[in-house]
């Protein structure tokens, strides 16, 4: 994310909760650039919301008390979002860090957080897509982390095994 400046704005995404409770919280807010004709480019990269990516750009709707919501999605970025839950070290700091270091090599950039041990990755388009896949793959047969696709693109869809 770059420094927030006054066309920041935050823009708040409904969730749904499944029956295991997750994810955590039934809104999440994500820092956008507020492009002045009712949408924005979102400029962080969600820790739960599916189906979005930092630069992704949105319509969005102020309710009555100015609260910006989320609406369609109108131009994909075409960055992906992965999540991992690393499990190597109970998720300790330096286990989260050695994450962000080892797919920052592979072109990432992302952010962990101490709660749930967790990592987010953005993935750009010109990252080494299939050794990102292949090494997320290995982790998890390691039990190093879990991942899931947040939002993922045609290019990253197509790094996977048949």
């Not at 994810?23 to 004709?37: I, N, Q």
């Not at 750009?57 to 008390?65: E, L, N």
């Not at 991992?84 to 962990?112: C, M, N, P, W, Y």
Request: proline letters at 4%.
């Amino acid at each position: 994310m770059t420094n927030i400046s006054d066309d920041h704005v935050k823009v708040h995404f409904r969730m749904e909760t499944d029956e295991d409770g997750w994810p955590p919280a039934s809104v999440e807010s994500l820092w956008a650039v507020d492009l002045g004709d009712g949408t924005v480019r979102l400029d962080n990269t969600p820790w739960f919301v599916r189906g979005v990516a930092s630069g992704d750009v949105i319509r969005v709707q102020a309710d009555d008390d100015g609260v910006l919501w989320a609406g369609e999605a109108m131009q994909p970025s075409q960055n992906c979002t992965i999540r991992l839950i690393v499990l190597k070290d109970a998720g300790s700091a330096a286990a989260r860090q050695s994450v962000l270091e080892v797919f920052h090599r592979l072109g990432t950039t992302g952010e962990g957080i101490e709660r749930f041990g967790m990592v987010v990755l953005e993935v750009p388009p010109q990252a080494d897509l299939l050794k990102i896949r292949k090494l997320l793959e290995h982790g998890e047969t390691k039990e190093w982390w879990h991942w899931e696709e947040g939002c993922v693109t045609a290019a990253w869809e197509a790094t996977a095994r048949p």
